[in-house]
């Protein structure tokens, strides 16, 4: 499965969205009212367990959470 619909299936998860429809294009941080700064720590969380890396605080920056592809983008930056 490509990674950007892996990040989507997180996000569904996580965020309890059902299967509502998402991608690369879809905007999260702002226009997603389920995208709170407690769901922002569970879906690093997720992240980090799933792809077995870490995530330190001082990476966190609201630009990886614009939209699904930045978010994407983020996650494949942190494990190449």
Request: aromatic share 4%; hydrophobic share 45%; net charge negative.
């Amino acid at each position: 499965m490509p990674l950007i619909q892996q990040v989507c299936q997180i996000l569904r998860t996580t965020l309890g969205l059902g299967q509502q429809p998402l991608n690369e294009h879809t905007p999260l941080l702002g226009a997603m009212p389920e995208l709170d700064s407690m769901a922002v720590a569970s879906l690093i969380i997720a992240l980090e367990q799933h792809y077995g890396f870490e995530v330190r605080d001082d990476e966190i920056s609201a630009r990886h959470f614009a939209t699904v592809g930045s978010l994407a983008s983020f996650v494949a930056s942190k494990m190449g």
